[in-house]
């Protein structure tokens, strides 16, 4: 079946740059999405790739590389607000499968 | 635009109840999906909804089932509820843009099963 791999924990400071990654299985695959969840909130969507390189959002990028089955989040000039997890997600068709979550800690 | 909002937000039922959440997406979406959250297993897709219709299905008994009006408002139903089922089920409603999926999460209903 479908599944996306991601790294259970980051920690950085504020003011750092920080990247985390996820690998996803390519049958079916059309696009590779991010979120973020903060503790007792819901998903609030960041950012989508369906083709390869780079996308940028303020101080957030995401980039797929399809070759690779391998994606990544990265978040610049971290700030506080910013601890939260964060979550890829494998648009297959209808179905959106999501990795396990990567819970990022921003120290002071 | 108003966002995704679901009732209730936190419900409490004993086992082998049934139960009924309700979701309305924004306004011009037409996608609704349903998600199951907990700490062991995570965000599992439960289905989706588009124009009254099921689309598409996740891995989960047959007591879990859905409907979607013709106002794109949908419910979830659960029967013969078990511990298990305790967790945060979330709705998403989606935009659909040449391609392009965007997610819409609700708040969420907090289910306890005792």
């Known amino acids: 079946g479908q599944s996306l791999e991601q790294p259970s924990e980051v920690t950085a400071v504020e003011g750092a740059i920080v990247q985390i990654n996820c690998t996803y299985q390519?049958?079916?695959?059309?696009?590779l999405s991010w979120y973020q969840q903060h503790d007792g909130g819901a998903p609030t969507f960041l950012s989508y790739?369906?083709?390869?390189g780079l996308e940028e959002t303020g101080r957030f990028s995401s980039f797929l590389s399809r070759s690779d089955s391998y994606g990544y989040l990265l978040l610049q000039e971290l700030q506080m607000k910013d601890s939260a997890s964060y979550f890829c997600?494998?648009?297959?068709?209808?179905?959106?499968?999501f990795g396990p979550g990567t819970r990022l800690s921003v120290l002071p | 635009k108003a966002g995704v909002t679901q009732t209730p937000r936190y419900l409490i039922k004993t086992r082998g109840q049934q139960v009924t959440l309700s979701c309305s997406p924004i306004?011009?979406?037409?996608?609704v999906s349903w998600y199951q959250q907990t700490p062991g297993q995570g965000l599992q897709f439960l289905f989706e909804?588009?124009?009254?219709?099921?689309?598409n299905k996740g891995n989960f008994p047959g007591r879990f089932s859905g409907r979607q009006f013709s106002n794109s408002r949908s419910e979830m139903n659960v029967s013969t509820l078990e511990l298990g089922d305790s967790a945060l089920y979330l709705c998403?409603?989606?935009?659909?843009?040449?391609?392009?999926?965007?997610?819409?999460f609700g708040p969420g209903t907090r289910l306890t099963v005792t």
């Open positions: 998403a409603s989606s935009l659909e843009l040449a391609g392009h999926y965007e997610q819409y």
């Open positions: 390519t049958s079916g695959f059309y696009g």
């Open positions: 790739n369906a083709l390869d």
């Open positions: 997600a494998g648009n297959y068709g209808q179905n959106f499968v």
């Open positions: 306004s011009g979406h037409r996608s």
């Open positions: 909804y588009f124009s009254e219709t099921q689309r």
